[in-house]
C-alpha cells in the first residue's frame, strides 16, 4: 500500500498536509461543542437566569457546527481529488506495463485478471484513499484529544467508557479475524467470473450454435455463485458491525447517566449536584467522541487489508519485468539484410518439452521463406520468435548479422510487418485499421494502395464511407475474409523490410490468394517475407520451402527439390493436389 502511495507528486503531498490541517481544525470544533453545552446546562441550570444569556454559546455551537462542516467538505473534495487522481495514474502505469509484456507475462497473469486489476483493483485502492484521507487521519487525533478532555474527571465514568472501547475492539476484532481472509479470495474470483464472462461473449455464436446455452450459464453460475457466497460471508458478518456499535454507544451513555443519576444522588449540595449534572452531559459527549473515533478506526481496518490485497495486486503487475528486454541497436529503416536462424532451440514456459529444435536455415534479402507441416509442428511459434514475442531457449535469429536481442525493439518492429493468423481488428475505421500505429518506414504505402494490393479495395469502396466506413470491435461488421484482407493491408501500408505472414491467406479463395501475392510481389521492393501456409499452391513459387515435423526440419529447398527428396512435403502435396496440378503448376 506504502508503494503505491509513494506515486503521489509533491504537490499532492502538500494537498495532504492542508487537508490534515483541515481535519485537525474539525476535530477542534467538534471537540468544542460540548464545551458550550455545559456552559448552556449551567445557565438553564441558575435560578434567575433568562433565555438571553443562552444566545451567546448557543451562537458559538451555530458557528463551530457550520465551520466543522466546511471543514469536512474541504476534506472531502481534497480526498476524492487525490484519490481519483491517484487512480488515474495506477490504470495508465499498469496499462503502459501490461502493453510492455511479453507473451509469457500475460499467459502468467492471465487477460481477465489485468483486466479486474486495472479497474476492480484500482477502484478499491482509490475508495480506501478517499474515505481514509477522511477518517485514518482523523479518527486517532479525535481519540486521543477526546480521551485527554474527560481523563481525570472521573474514574467510574472513566471506567465504563474503557470497558465499552474494550467489548468494541473484541467485537471488530472477531469480525475481521474471519472476514479478512475472505478478501483475497474474493478479488481472486472476481478474476474468474471476469474470464467466465468474457469467455462467454467471445465466443457466444459458438455458444448458440452448439445450444451450449445451458452449459455456459452453469460454468457462470458456478463462478458468480462463489463470488455471492464469499461476499455474502463478509456482508453477514459486516451486518453484525452497526447494531453492535450502536449497542454498545447506547449501552455508554446509560451507563454514565445510571453511574451519573447515584453519584447525583449522593452529593448533598444544590451546586455540587448542577455541576455533577453537566459534567455528566458533557463526559457522554466526549465518551461518544471516543467510541466514534474508534468505530471509524475499525472501518478503516476492515476496509483496508481489501485495499492492501488490491494495492498488492496492482503492485504485482508493476514489478514485473518483462522476459523481453530492449537492446540498445538502431538501425535506420531499409538496410536491407539476412535473417539467420542458427541452431534455434524452443520450449514454452512451463512447458516439459522443446516446441523446436535446432531450427537452422537463411532467408536472403528479398526471398521468400516458406513453412509448412503438420498441425503443432511449430510453424506459428517459430516465426513468431522472429518477431520476439518470446525468446529463444537456445540459438539465435540474426538480421543483418546482428542478434534480434541487440536491436532496439521499436527499430526491431519498424522493420516488420505482421500479419498473424487470426486477423486482429480494432474498433475506429477501416483506414485507423490500414494505417495502424506509429509506422516509420520512410516510404509508407496510401491506405488505398495497400488495400488495392490486398484485394480489399472493392469491398471497402462498397461500404458506407469507403475507408473512413465504421469498423465495430474485432471487426464483427466485416466477414473473415475481409478482415483478413484488412489485416495484409495493414502490413502492406508499412512498407517494411520483412514480412511474416501467419497463415494469413488460408481464408482467401486460391484465385485471390494467387492474385494477392502475385501483386504482392511486384510491389514488396525486395522486402524478405516468410510465410506460414497450409495450402501447397501458397507457397509453391517460393525460393525456399522449410518443412518441420515436430519441431524440426525435416526438408529444405524449392518445390521442386522437396518433391524429389522430402517424404512429408510430398504427402502434404499429394493430398492436396492431383499429379498433373503439381507437373503442369
Ligand atoms: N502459449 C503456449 N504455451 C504452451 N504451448 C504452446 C503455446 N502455444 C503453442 N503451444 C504448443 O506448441 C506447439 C506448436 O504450436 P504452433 O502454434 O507453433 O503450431 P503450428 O505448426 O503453427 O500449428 P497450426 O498449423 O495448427 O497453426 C503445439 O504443440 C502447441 O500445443
Not at 451546586?271 to 471516543?290: G, N, T, W
Not at 514485473?320 to 537492446?327: A, S, V
Not at 514475442?389 to 548479422?401: E, K, M, Q
Amino acid at each position: 500500500m506504502f508503494k503505491v502511495l509513494r506515486k503521489f507528486k509533491p504537490a499532492e503531498y502538500l494537498i495532504a498536509l492542508i487537508s490534515t490541517a483541515f481535519i485537525v481544525a474539525q476535530v477542534w470544533l467538534d471537540l468544542k461543542l460540548p464545551d458550550y453545552m455545559s456552559e448552556i446546562t449551567m445557565v438553564m441550570q441558575t435560578p434567575g437566569s433568562k433565555l438571553s444569556d443562552l444566545k451567546e454559546p448557543g451562537m458559538y455551537m451555530v458557528l463551530c457546527a457550520l465551520a466543522s462542516l466546511v471543514a469536512a467538505i474541504i476534506v472531502g473534495y481534497f480526498a476524492s481529488k487525490l484519490a481519483t487522481n491517484l487512480a488515474h495514474r495506477l490504470r495508465q502505469e499498469v496499462f503502459e506495463k501490461v502493453n510492455a509484456f511479453s507473451m509469457e507475462e500475460m499467459q502468467h497473469f492471465s487477460i481477465a485478471s489485468l483486466i479486474t486489476r486495472t479497474t476492480n483493483d484500482t477502484s478499491q485502492v482509490q475508495m480506501i484513499i478517499a474515505m481514509g484521507m477522511q477518517v485514518m487521519i482523523k479518527a486517532p487525533i479525535m481519540a486521543v484529544w477526546a480521551i485527554s478532555k474527560i481523563a481525570g474527571k472521573n474514574s467510574e465514568w472513566s471506567i465504563a467508557t474503557a470497558v465499552a472501547v474494550v467489548v468494541l475492539l473484541m467485537l471488530v476484532g472477531s469480525i475481521v479475524v474471519f472476514a479478512l481472509p475472505k478478501f483475497k479470495i474474493i478479488q481472486t474470483l472476481t478474476d474468474n467470473l471476469n474470464r467466465v464472462m468474457r469467455e462467454g461473449l467471445t465466443g457466444v455464436r459458438v455458444v448458440r450454435a452448439y445450444n451450449a446455452e445451458k452449459y455456459q450459464e452453469d460454468k457462470f453460475e458456478v463462478a458468480n455463485e462463489d463470488v455471492t457466497k464469499t461476499n455474502l460471508f463478509v456482508g453477514r458478518m459486516m451486518a453484525l458491525m452497526m447494531p453492535g456499535m450502536s449497542l454498545i454507544m447506547s449501552g455508554l451513555s446509560l451507563s454514565i447517566y445510571w453511574i451519573g443519576a447515584y453519584l447525583i444522588d449522593a452529593a448533598k449540595a444544590m451546586p455540587e449536584r448542577m455541576q455533577l449534572f453537566s459534567d455528566m452531559i458533557v463526559y457522554s459527549s466526549y465518551a461518544m467522541q471516543v467510541v466514534m473515533s474508534f468505530m471509524m478506526l475499525v472501518m478503516i481496518f476492515i476496509m483496508l487489508p481489501r485495499a492492501m490485497v488490491s494495492a498488492n495486486r496492482i503492485n504485482e503487475v508493476l514489478d514485473t519485468e518483462t522476459k523481453i528486454i530492449d537492446g540498445t541497436l538502431t538501425q535506420q529503416p531499409w538496410e536491407m539484410g539476412e535473417v539467420e536462424f542458427r541452431n534455434v532451440d524452443f520450449q514454452y514456459p512451463d512447458a516439459e518439452e522443446k516446441v523446436l529444435e535446432n531450427i537452422s536455415f537463411t532467408a536472403s534479402p528479398g526471398e521468400t521463406v516458406a513453412f509448412i507441416g503438420s498441425t503443432g509442428s511449430g510453424k506459428s511459434t517459430l516465426i513468431n520468435l522472429l518477431a520476439r514475442f518470446y525468446d529463444v531457449t537456445a540459438g539465435g535469429i540474426l538480421i543483418n548479422g546482428k542478434n534480434i536481442k541487440e536491436y532496439k525493439l521499436e527499430d526491431l518492429y519498424n522493420k516488420i510487418g505482421y500479419v498473424s493468423q487470426k486477423a486482429t481488428i480494432f474498433s475506429g475505421t477501416i483506414e485507423s485499421n490500414v494505417a495502424f500505429g506509429d509506422s516509420k518506414s520512410t516510404e509508407p504505402h496510401s491506405v488505398e494502395e495497400a488495400l488495392r494490393t490486398a484485394k480489399g479495395l472493392e469491398f471497402v469502396e462498397n461500404m458506407e464511407g469507403g475507408i473512413e466506413a465504421k469498423v465495430e470491435q474485432g471487426g464483427s461488421n466485416l466477414s473473415g475474409g475481409q478482415k483478413q484482407r484488412l489485416a495484409i493491408a495493414r502490413a502492406i501500408h508499412k512498407n517494411p523490410e520483412i514480412f511474416i505472414f501467419d497463415d494469413s491467406f488460408s481464408a482467401l479463395d486460391y484465385k485471390t490468394d494467387k492474385e494477392l501475392r502475385a501483386e504482392l510481389d511486384s510491389q514488396r521492393r525486395g522486402a524478405t517475407t516468410f510465410i506460414v501456409a497450409q495450402r501447397i499452391g501458397t507457397i509453391r513459387n517460393a525460393n525456399k520451402i522449410i518443412v518441420l515435423d515436430e519441431g524440426k526440419i525435416v526438408g529444405m529447398g524449392t518445390h521442386d527439390e522437396l518433391m524429389e527428396n522430402c517424404s512429408v512435403y510430398q504427402e502434404i502435396a499429394y493430398s492436396q493436389l492431383s499429379k498433373e496440378e503439381l507437373t503442369n503448376g
